[in-house]
């Protein structure tokens, strides 16, 4: 008899993470950090964040050196948040709308990934709004730690406000995203809307983050496969809870590193394993289902951005230096898109510019009589004259 409790228990477990790997969408992007916490360093000797970049289609992703000083909002309308950055940041956008990745000159990095699940609510313009597209943007300006930006955010007074995502193809998806940050302390904190709240995952442990399920979710399925041991079986798909198990393992099993060479080659060899190859989109619904086209990682003490697009043969960095970044110089963009023989140290190839405009739900190009409400009040000069719209 006990032994048939025992076996319905094990069936219903290995159900339970069955339903969740293949129900979830498999999504892309992968996140890991590898600093020396691990052997309980009070002050970390090395600390490198790495992320993946999939999608179905080119990102045009370019990237920005914007300098400390610059006037910001977050283009959502009604009850807007201002800003005016504190830091220099290096960032990677997409399609020149959105900041999906980047560091600041105080070593803190932050990271954008897609996640399914995110609901972020409907729109109180009694709280402060942003738009999804500059939130990675106004952590980098604002934060110097991940405990600051813990602390500035957890009581969730500013409200994410999704849109649709940019497109090459005229295809439209949600923005439903996710965001990871991590500094020069190796602390790390995973930011998540769940049913319109925001809840965070805060501690030196939380060292992988990829996509679906939710982040308590994927902590469950890899307490799993921790059990089952990583010497006897790895799942080996590039849906999102496969890659979290194998960024895990292999990330706890990395050698430690006697360079910042070594210390950055180590965690690029973990993102690269939970890359995913060139691959049809076959199933429009999920968008997510695709080829890794970028990745990054941050050298948190150096003060280091690296970027590897997949059709380059070559890893390029940014020196993240006090004279470009100061408040005064000009911004800056260096473009990657279509321009794959940059090589190394790429710091003196950046150009000025004109700052991007953040994408979001108040967009000029959106038919006024498809415009929310809160959208009836600045920033949209075809409705001046309208903002007492209710």
């Known amino acids: ?225 921790e059990s089952v041991g990583g010497d006897a079986m790895l799942p080996g798909t590039d849906r999102a809870a496969d890659r979290y198990v194998r960024a895990s393992y292999y990330l706890k099993n990395l050698p430690t590193p006697q360079s910042d060479r070594e210390t950055v080659a180590n965690v690029m060899s973990v993102i690269r394993n939970a890359s995913a190859p060139f691959q049809e989109l076959t199933n429009p619904e999920e968008p997510n289902i695709s080829s890794t086209i970028w990745r990054t990682a941050a050298n948190h003490l150096s003060n280091v951005y690296y970027f590897e697009s997949t059709l380059s043969p070559n890893v390029i960095w940014v020196e993240l230096t006090e004279d470009d970044l100061k408040q005064g110089p000009p911004v800056k963009k260096l473009e990657l898109s279509g321009n794959y023989d940059l090589v190394g140290n790429v710091t003196g190839d950046f150009i000025e510019a004109e700052e991007f405009k953040f994408t979001g739900p108040c967009d000029e190009g959106i038919p006024i009589e498809d415009l929310p409400s809160f959208c009836f009040v600045r920033y949209h000069p075809r409705i001046s004259a309208r903002k007492n719209r209710p």
């Open 1 to 225: 008899m006990h032994f048939i409790v025992r076996t319905l228990k094990a069936l219903l477990i290995c159900g339970l993470i069955i339903n969740l790997v293949f129900l979830s969408d498999a999504q892309a992007c992968t996140r890991a950090i590898h600093a020396s916490y691990y052997t309980e360093d009070v002050t970390p000797t090395y600390a490198v964040t790495g992320r993946s970049m999939d999608w179905y289609e080119d990102s045009k992703s370019n990237l920005w050196m914007f300098p400390a000083g610059m006037e910001r909002d977050g283009v959502v309308g009604k009850n807007s948040v201002e800003w005016k950055s504190k830091y220099g940041t290096v960032i990677a956008a997409a399609y020149d709308t959105a900041t999906i990745d980047g560091l600041n000159d105080q070593g803190l990095m932050a990271n954008m990934l897609f996640l399914a699940e995110a609901d972020f609510g409907e729109r109180d313009t009694s709280r402060e709004g942003i738009s999804w597209s500059a939130y990675i943007q106004y952590i980098l300006d604002n934060f110097a730690t991940v405990q600051e930006a813990v602390s500035a955010l957890e009581n969730d007074e500013l409200q994410v406000v999704t849109s649709t995502l940019p497109s090459d193809s005229g295809t439209s998806y949600p923005a439903t995203v996710h965001f990871s940050i991590s500094d020069a302390l190796g602390d790390s904190a995973i930011f998540e809307h769940v049913e319109g709240k925001l809840v965070i995952h805060h501690g030196k442990e939380f060292v992988v983050m990829t996509n679906s399920p939710i982040y308590d979710e994927q902590i469950a399925l890899n307490a799993y496969w």
